[in-house]
């Protein structure tokens, strides 16, 4: 691998300039970690006793496995929900003038340009007993007593959804955008219709997109603090508000940490299969 | 309807489209093609060339008229029950299916079982000569080996009429003659109607039995290479299909076959009318093509002075400034070096033979 003395090699510069950022991630983000590795491997509340207690204890409860479980529950519904609703968003957007397209894209970006509490809010006003939807449903006489929407799963689903589906539809958007128009026609022409062109094309040249949207959207929806306590109310439990209960309420910082430890390798764990099938997809779908 | 064994008749019916900001993209367009035939659609880029085709293969609804394959008419079939084969101009193969799964797509959505297409698939992939390509992605195939493919794939469906959207442009020169041979010879193997979009005039006039010419929408042409290339029809195709000087001048007589016309650059030529008799003292636009010039030591012909000479192999060819201040090409046989002239010489130019130029009105 003799390198061309005449080409400089292209590692061996630059990196300089990556030094700042290294740095601020060192102080404010590896020294934090390992400071709460180092908190989560402690037996007592006083730091006295090493020991991997707390990981025994959130591994043999099942209340603590439980909040795990519907958390990682909860990411894949606001997934699921983001996917079916996202999907043709990004295939109309391809497929209607540069008018429409500002229109559409306007939509899809301004959720992002509001604050996520005043979001969250607005569905509280949309999702409550005397909200919108009930209001609606009532003065038409569909229903006689106001659903119960706000503090359910539904709702932080539905809410979630609303709030994380830009990091879904941009991704979706940018994969469609790079399928040939005219493999839609090739298609089409050879006596395809409109499902098969769909399964058969479409859809397998755009997984690269619905891989990273689905990886945003999920490690998004999991860990939003605010929408999920907010909209789920004292009622339901996830792993954000599990981890502050014990952090800031309960003072129990070596079980905080076990937790987030535990949060974190969980979350690592269902990106990484996301990543892989976006490895696999993309000897497929990238070319 | 002169149906040869596969091969449909396609007519294409006084269509019009007009685009929804209003402007017209073909208008009244008759063509009537016959089973087995070759086509090759020609103008210049913005003619309404893949307009039209994307009518007959159904992707775009003309405005008005009709397109009649075989004795059905078909404009109220949506694309995918026309049995139009494409090759389009990049050849859009899918990129994530395997050569032979692009080939039997079509046979899959017919709803042919796996066995029977694999079958179909390999056959097609021979007649193409990639016997040995199905497991392959596109993308690891040349351009020439992909369009094999992508026409492999439109031959599978059998269709009754088989369009090429500029199917050569993307190719270069040498391979791009390979393929030309390839898929004339495709096409007599199969017999398949088939109608070639083409800007490249030598394509056009090398492949296909009959050329129709196209220009701002309107339909300037349609007959043999010969007949448009030797008797176009109008100025455009004239200045279009091949290289052509026009030289202003003045009718001094004429019949339908013949016209005498005086020359502004000082000559007096005969000139066949392209469209009937020409009023006596008329101004016409006269074509005639560098090679039928030549140069000539008496005093026929008319006056100039050379200027650029450009050798291109087997012919040269020299820029003449004419008395009229116009400029004309001559394009001479390369003959050694006998026919280098110097910049600034003094010649006398005269066609090679009467009735070799054609004359047309000259529009105001």
Same mark, same amino acid.
């Given at each position: 691998?003799?390198?061309?003395?005449?080409?400089?090699?292209?590692?061996?510069?630059?990196?300089?300039?990556?030094?700042?950022?290294?740095?601020?991630?060192? +102080?404010?983000? +590896? %020294?934090?970690?390992?400071?709460?590795?180092?908190?989560?491997?402690?037996?007592?509340?006083?730091?006295?006793?090493?020991?991997?207690?707390?990981?025994?204890?959130?591994?043999?409860?099942?209340?603590?496995?439980?909040?795990?479980?519907?958390?990682?529950?909860?990411?894949?519904?606001?997934?699921?929900?983001?996917?079916?609703?996202?999907?043709?968003?990004?295939?109309?957007?391809?497929?209607?003038?540069?008018?429409?397209?500002? +229109?559409?894209?306007?939509?899809?970006?301004?959720?992002?340009?509001?604050?996520?509490?005043?979001?969250?809010?607005?569905?509280?006003?949309?999702?409550?007993?005397?909200?919108?939807?009930?209001?609606?449903?009532?003065?038409?006489?569909?229903?006689?007593?106001?659903?119960?929407?706000?503090?359910?799963?539904?709702?932080?689903?539905?809410?979630?959804?609303?709030?994380?589906?830009?990091?879904?539809?941009?991704?979706?958007?940018?994969?469609?955008?790079?399928?040939?128009?005219?493999?839609?026609?090739?298609?089409?022409?050879?006596?395809?219709?409109?499902?098969?062109?769909?399964?058969?094309?479409?859809?397998?040249?755009?997984?690269?997109?619905?891989?990273?949207?689905?990886?945003?959207?999920?490690?998004?929806?999991?860990?939003?603090?605010?929408?999920?306590?907010?909209?789920?109310?004292?009622?339901?439990?996830?792993?954000?508000?599990?981890?502050?209960?014990?952090?800031?309420?309960?003072?129990?910082?070596?079980?905080?940490? %076990?937790?987030?430890?535990?949060?974190?390798?969980?979350?690592?764990?269902? +990106?990484?299969?996301?990543?892989?099938?976006?490895?696999?997809?993309?000897?497929?779908?990238?070319? | 309807?002169?149906?040869?064994?596969?091969?449909?008749?396609?007519?294409?019916?006084?269509?019009?489209?007009?685009?929804?900001?209003?402007?017209?993209?073909? !208008?009244?367009?008759?063509?009537?093609?016959?089973? &087995?035939?070759?086509?090759?659609?020609?103008?210049?880029?913005?003619?309404?060339?893949?307009?039209?085709?994307? @009518?007959?293969? &159904?992707?775009?609804?003309?405005?008005?008229?009709?397109?009649?394959? $075989?004795?059905?008419?078909?404009?109220?079939?949506? #694309?995918?029950?026309?049995?139009?084969?494409?090759?389009?101009?990049?050849?859009?193969?899918?990129?994530?299916?395997?050569?032979?799964?692009?080939?039997?797509? $079509?046979?899959?959505?017919?709803?042919?079982?796996?066995?029977?297409?694999?079958?179909?698939?390999?056959?097609?992939?021979?007649?193409?000569?990639? #016997?040995?390509?199905?497991?392959?992605?596109?993308?690891?195939?040349?351009?020439?080996?992909?369009?094999?493919?992508?026409?492999?794939?439109?031959?599978? @469906?059998? #269709?009754? @009429?088989?369009?090429?959207?500029?199917?050569?442009?993307?190719?270069?020169?040498?391979?791009?003659?390979?393929?030309?041979?390839?898929?004339?010879?495709?096409?007599?193997?199969?017999?398949?109607?088939?109608?070639?979009?083409?800007?490249?005039?030598?394509?056009?006039?090398?492949?296909?039995?009959?050329?129709?010419?196209?220009?701002? &929408?309107?339909?300037?042409?349609?007959?043999?290479?010969?007949?448009?290339?030797?008797?176009?029809?109008?100025?455009?195709?004239?200045?279009?299909?091949?290289? *052509?000087?026009?030289? #202003?001048?003045? =009718?001094? *007589?004429?019949?339908?076959?013949?016209?005498?016309?005086?020359?502004?650059?000082?000559? !007096?030529?005969?000139?066949?009318?392209?469209?009937?008799?020409?009023?006596?003292?008329?101004?016409?636009?006269?074509?005639?093509?560098?090679?039928?010039?030549?140069?000539?030591?008496?005093?026929?012909?008319?006056?100039?002075?050379?200027?650029?000479?450009?050798?291109?192999?087997?012919?040269? =060819?020299?820029?003449?400034?004419?008395?009229? $201040?116009?400029?004309?090409?001559?394009?001479?046989?390369?003959?050694?070096?006998?026919?280098?002239?110097?910049?600034?010489?003094? =010649?006398?130019?005269?066609?090679?033979?009467?009735?070799?130029?054609?004359?047309?009105?000259?529009?105001?």
């Amino acid at each position: 691998m003799g390198a061309a003395p005449a080409s400089r090699d292209v590692t061996s510069y630059g990196m300089g300039l990556a030094v700042p950022l290294a740095l601020f991630f060192l +102080v404010f983000f +590896v %020294a934090p970690l390992l400071q709460l590795l180092w908190l989560s491997l402690h037996n007592d509340t006083a730091g006295l006793h090493w020991g991997i207690g707390q990981y025994l204890h959130f591994l043999t409860d099942p209340f603590s496995l439980s909040v795990l479980g519907s958390t990682l529950l909860l990411g894949a519904e606001v997934t699921a929900v983001c996917l079916v609703l996202g999907f043709p968003i990004a295939w109309l957007y391809q497929r209607v003038g540069p008018r429409l397209q500002t +229109v559409i894209i306007l939509i899809v970006l301004l959720p992002l340009l509001t604050s996520v509490v005043v979001r969250t809010f607005a569905w509280i006003v949309i999702l409550g007993r005397q909200g919108i939807i009930n209001a609606t449903l009532q003065s038409l006489g569909m229903i006689d007593t106001p659903l119960k929407l706000l503090y359910t799963q539904f709702g932080v689903v539905i809410a979630l959804a609303q709030v994380q589906m830009p990091l879904m539809t941009l991704p979706l958007i940018t994969a469609l955008g790079r399928i040939d128009p005219n493999l839609d026609d090739a298609s089409c022409s050879l006596g395809a219709g409109s499902w098969r062109t769909f399964w058969r094309i479409v859809l397998p040249l755009s997984l690269p997109g619905v891989i990273a949207g689905c990886t945003l959207t999920y490690a998004a929806a999991i860990t939003a603090f605010i929408t999920q306590s907010l909209i789920g109310g004292g009622q339901m439990l996830f792993m954000p508000m599990y981890l502050y209960q014990q952090a800031s309420t309960l003072q129990n910082w070596p079980f905080a940490s %076990a937790i987030s430890i535990i949060f974190l390798l969980a979350v690592l764990a269902v +990106v990484s299969v996301f990543t892989t099938l976006g490895r696999l997809s993309r000897g497929y779908g990238g070319a | 309807m002169a149906d040869s064994p596969s091969g449909r008749s396609l007519v294409v019916d006084a269509v019009t489209h007009r685009y929804p900001s209003g402007a017209l993209a073909v !208008e009244n367009i008759n063509l009537d093609i016959k089973g &087995g035939e070759i086509i090759a659609l020609l103008g210049p880029s913005g003619c309404g060339k893949t307009t039209l085709l994307r @009518i007959i293969a &159904g992707f775009i609804a003309q405005t008005q008229g009709r397109i009649i394959i $075989g004795d059905d008419i078909v404009d109220a079939l949506p #694309p995918n029950r026309r049995a139009v084969g494409i090759v389009f101009q990049n050849y859009a193969l899918f990129p994530h299916l395997s050569i032979s799964e692009n080939v039997a797509y $079509g046979l899959a959505a017919r709803g042919i079982d796996k066995a029977e297409r694999q079958r179909e698939a390999q056959r097609l992939l021979d007649l193409v000569q990639l #016997p040995s390509m199905g497991e392959r992605l596109p993308r690891q195939l040349s351009g020439g080996q992909q369009q094999r493919v992508a026409l492999a794939r439109a031959l599978a @469906i059998k #269709p009754s @009429i088989l369009l090429l959207d500029e199917p050569f442009a993307a190719l270069d020169k040498n391979l791009r003659l390979d393929m030309q041979i390839e898929v004339k010879r495709l096409q007599r193997v199969s017999g398949i109607t088939t109608l070639i979009v083409t800007h490249d005039q030598e394509e056009a006039l090398s492949m296909a039995d009959r050329v129709a010419v196209l220009s701002h &929408g309107r339909l300037e042409q349609f007959g043999t290479p010969s007949d448009v290339y030797d008797r176009p029809q109008t100025l455009f195709v004239n200045t279009f299909v091949g290289s *052509s000087n026009r030289m #202003p001048g003045t =009718v001094v *007589s004429s019949d339908r076959t013949a016209a005498k016309v005086r020359l502004d650059a000082g000559a !007096e030529i005969i000139a066949r009318p392209a469209a009937g008799a020409l009023a006596d003292g008329g101004r016409v636009t006269v074509c005639i093509r560098p090679e039928h010039l030549q140069f000539v030591s008496d005093d026929t012909g008319f006056a100039g002075v050379v200027g650029m000479s450009l050798p291109l192999g087997a012919t040269v =060819v020299h820029e003449v400034k004419t008395a009229d $201040g116009s400029g004309v090409k001559v394009s001479q046989a390369r003959i050694g070096e006998t026919h280098a002239l110097e910049n600034g010489a003094a =010649v006398r130019v005269a066609p090679l033979a009467p009735a070799l130029a054609n004359a047309f009105p000259a529009t105001l």
